[in-house]
């Protein structure tokens, strides 16, 4: 059985794939407290931080319905996050949930889950020049996903993949031609 002790020291570790993988699997078995794998992503330790994050993404994309108690949880911390590395995973956790292919028991939470902080904290992300590319991708195709719900996200997303586009990297000048005919 991991504990919440036993995975910090388990992630206080350089991870490959493969063992992010296997603890994927070992959380997911014991039906792990999702609530403390989110509450690792906002550790001290910037590393341990990133590792639980990309633990939480894995988690996320191989079993979403196991996460559907806690996505109002997930949802609610989004704003919170502080460190690159995890603002990367929680921004493709959020475009996966609210993309039409996620399950329809998320589809079906996520309709009574205020996610106006989250709107915010991801056009942050998009304006913000520090922030990662690929935080701006995922950020970016999440507000896509958002559109039909708070239908005021359209024009301010197409002004902003434009201002993007315009001294972006090749990552960004695809995902934008790409969103703007969306959009």
Request: glycine share 2%.
């Amino acid at each position: 059985m991991l504990t919440k002790e036993g995975l910090i020291r388990e992630i206080s570790k350089t991870l490959v794939k493969t063992k992010v993988e296997k603890l994927t699997a070992i959380l997911d078995g014991q039906q792990f407290a999702l609530r403390e794998l989110i509450d690792l992503t906002f550790y001290e330790d910037a590393a341990i931080a990133f590792r639980a994050a990309w633990i939480l993404e894995n988690l996320f994309l191989k079993k979403p319905e196991t996460c559907n108690a806690d996505l109002d949880y997930l949802v609610s911390r989004l704003p919170e996050v502080k460190y690159p590395s995890c603002q990367r995973h929680y921004a493709k956790i959020i475009m996966h949930i609210t993309a039409k292919k996620a399950p329809i028991m998320i589809r079906t939470k996520l309709e009574s889950i205020d996610f106006e902080p989250v709107v915010a904290k991801l056009f942050d992300w998009l304006i913000d020049p520090g922030v990662l590319i690929a935080v701006k991708v995922f950020a970016s195709d999440a507000l896509a996903n958002l559109r039909h719900r708070y239908p005021w996200i359209t024009e301010e997303l197409r002004e902003q993949v434009k201002f993007l586009m315009r001294n972006g990297s090749a990552a960004m000048q695809t995902r934008g031609k790409k969103l703007l005919s969306l959009l």
